[in-house]
């Protein structure tokens, strides 16, 4: 189970990151470890979002408000996703 993000902490891509959208879904590859990720209609909006760099809840809001969906779930699932992306060094976080 991963650990909850704080609201603070600022999320941005990894320079070492490129993305790629193809017919509105977007696939991922970190260019020096070569992780990469395809991600579905959901994970291509939380990408389009961290394009520029921004919190984790302000993150949140703006899903929540996109998609009209329950705070706390879209705050969790949010987390492990952003948490996996981070893993495989395609989004850097601090704070």
Not at 19 to 24: A, E, M, P, T, Y
Request: proline letters at 3%.
């Amino acid at each position: 189970m991963d650990i909850p993000i704080p609201g603070a902490t600022r999320l941005k891509v990894s320079p070492d990151t490129i993305g790629s959208d193809v017919d509105g879904e977007v696939v991922l590859i970190n260019i020096r470890s070569g992780a990469y990720i395809g991600l579905d209609l959901v994970g291509s909006e939380v990408w389009r979002r961290l394009q520029n760099e921004t919190s984790f809840a302000d993150l949140c809001t703006g899903l929540t408000e996109h998609f009209r969906g329950d705070s706390d779930t879209i705050e969790r699932e949010a987390g492990i996703f952003v948490a996996t992306l981070a893993r495989q060094g395609l989004v850097l976080s601090e704070g």
